[in-house]
């Protein structure tokens, strides 16, 4: 999932990554000896890929016939047999991207950034404790399906299927972000095109997810991530061993070829960075890939322990690309084979590591370091399809059809893996706008979406009028604020902003303040209807949404309750990690 959202900060234009993809691909072709032997080592990782897809798809067949849940459960979440071990790897491979791994290293680079500015990992990892305290245990005693339906056993289907299209687009955003490293990767292996190697890359992705749900993409996770851990720990070592750099100590600290590696955070930036470190960890809790995993364990215990153990394994592979773009920003690049001006200045920063890896590591520590982003990649590509489909098959087509046999959700949710992954994928050719599409993502989660599910969760008093009034505010308030990715210009201008070519920057945290007010929003229209109608101030005929009427309502059907949290299925665990 996590992208490039360390590239560049929001209010700058996104320039650097996309229009230098093409070019440092043609570099890296003329440069490579090694087509043949890249290319072998793409297609084995693409045939185990599937390999072990194809083998889960099976398992999962098997799990359906012998279940007593229904479709839903089995393709989005494994039958709920997720053990603590597989959960683990899928939780961590879904947010370890291949832009993750490229991104913060690039960020680290970046003699204007530094690693102040890549704290990705760490907020992730205070992502999953978040969600492991807080989250994942209302969400799996309920026995959900997935993040939407609190809603709709509170809201009802209506309201529901409408707040469920924007965490739906938000996944769908996220599928060009994803491939575009991945086809990256495969394109400077093969010097294939690098369309091409995207929709190779993306037709891998569909058709495992296809075959097999969660079932595929969790078993396909752990083989992909393992990949990743071993390659890069087996590089970094590689490039620290080389001898064209300074020490990383000294270049911390002082300007040796560019500026400090570290990075500095100016006092006009510092409520910038809260913003966007606050969106990039409380906000990605509002997206449904987190709560997927969460749901799709074997117990409530499980799934706040897989949060926990995943917290510490995302720190763990912060490192190697925090120590390779540190190696970068302090190398001599005249001793190099890439030779002067550096990356920076030559506007390639955003493949410092590719680079770094190609010219200070033997080819075949080239070769596995590229498989490690191939793979990152990839499991976030699957994990994005999975969650867009559930979204939209469980609260938003179940909307429009209240009675859908179980074969007929099978091909609802085989025909909508195969259009969102097509239509996630033709997006990549609007490649200058990548970013927009983190912009447009994140904030549609942290703005709108955040706020909605701490209420429908925590907050009693919540009601469809306020989470109506709420949903509002947060779009028309971030609208105003103005999005220079966009073009649109800032109407509502917080203090201390500064313009920017013309363009009003704003330095305020903008995007929590439209959070903060989503949330008083909800809180403060529910409690007011529910006060207005409950002592019979306004009349009953003027309830809409039928506050008074309902309640506290059922649990909807998608979304059974059971008295055991443990009963038994009839089916095995999807890895018995029992010693």
């Not at 540190?326 to 084979?337: K, L, R, Y």
């Not at 902003?497 to 008083?520: A, H, N």
Request: hydrophobic share 50%; glycine share 6%.
């Amino acid at each position: 999932m996590i992208s490039t959202v360390v590239l560049n900060s929001p209010s700058e234009p996104p320039s650097s990554q996309p229009e230098v993809i093409q070019p440092i691909f043609d570099r890296f072709s003329s440069s490579m000896a090694l087509h043949t032997s890249g290319l072998i080592v793409m297609v084995a990782f693409y045939l185990l890929v599937m390999a072990i897809g194809i083998w889960a798809s099976f398992k999962s067949k098997r799990m359906e016939k012998n279940s007593l849940s229904g479709q839903m459960e089995v393709s989005f979440l494994a039958n709920r047999r997720v053990t603590l071990a597989v959960g683990v790897f899928t939780m961590t491979a879904t947010w370890v991207g291949g832009a993750f791994i490229i991104g913060v290293a690039e960020t680290v680079y970046d003699p204007t950034k530094g690693l102040v500015w890549a704290l990705i990992p760490l907020q992730m990892s205070l992502s999953f404790i978040i969600g492991g305290l807080f989250f994942a245990k209302p969400m799996r005693d309920k026995k959900y399906i997935t993040m939407m339906d609190p809603f709709q056993k509170k809201y009802g289907k209506t309201l529901t299927g409408l707040l469920a299209v924007v965490p739906f687009v938000s996944e769908v955003m996220w599928v060009p972000v994803t491939l575009i490293s991945l086809g990256v990767t495969v394109s400077v292996f093969s010097d294939l095109p690098l369309s091409l190697c995207i929709w190779i890359s993306a037709a891998v992705a569909i058709l495992y997810t296809v075959l097999g749900g969660l079932y595929s993409v969790a078993f396909t996770d752990v083989i992909q991530l393992s990949l990743v851990f071993c390659s890069l720990w087996l590089c970094t070592p590689f490039v620290l061993a080389s001898d064209v750099y300074s020490d990383l100590s000294l270049t911390a600290f002082n300007h040796t070829y560019q500026a400090p590696w570290l990075g500095r955070l100016d006092p006009d930036d510092m409520w910038r960075w809260i913003d966007n470190f606050l969106a990039m960890s409380v906000g990605n809790l509002a997206f449904q890939d987190f709560h997927q995993r969460t749901l799709s364990s074997t117990s409530t215990f499980t799934a706040r322990m897989m949060c926990f153990i995943a917290a510490g394994v995302v720190l763990i592979l912060g490192i190697p690309p925090v120590l390779i773009g540190a190696v970068a920003a302090s190398t001599d690049w005249n001793m190099t084979s890439y030779g002067s001006p550096s990356p920076y200045e030559r506007g390639e920063s955003a493949m410092v590591l590719p680079i770094v890896l190609l010219h200070l590591t033997p080819t075949a520590v080239f070769v596995v370091g590229m498989g490690a982003i191939a793979g990152a990649a990839m499991s976030s590509t699957d994990s994005c399809l999975l969650a867009a489909t559930s979204i939209f098959t469980t609260n938003i087509y179940k909307m429009i059809r209240n009675q859908v046999s179980d074969r007929e959700l099978q091909w609802v949710i085989r025909i909508t893996i195969l259009v969102v992954g097509i239509g996630g994928t033709s997006l990549t050719y609007v490649d200058s706008r990548v970013l927009a599409f983190w912009i447009l993502s994140s904030d549609l989660t942290y703005t709108i979406m955040l706020p909605q599910l701490i209420c429908v969760l925590f907050i009693k008093v919540s009601n469809s009028y306020g989470a109506t009034a709420g949903y509002i505010i947060a779009f028309v308030m971030r609208v105003l604020c103005g999005e220079p990715v966009f073009s649109l210009p800032a109407i509502l201008r917080f203090p201390d902003g500064t313009f920017e070519d013309g363009v009003y920057i704003q330095r305020w945290p903008f995007k929590t303040i439209c959070m903060l007010m989503s949330l008083v929003t909800i809180v403060t229209i529910s409690y007011v209807t529910a006060l207005l109608f409950n002592k019979g101030i306004l009349p009953e005929s003027m309830d809409v949404f039928k506050v008074k009427a309902w309640g506290v309502l059922s649990p909807p059907e998608e979304a059974p309750e059971y008295e055991d949290d443990n009963e038994k299925v009839s089916s095995e665990p999807m890895l018995d990690s029992k010693c």
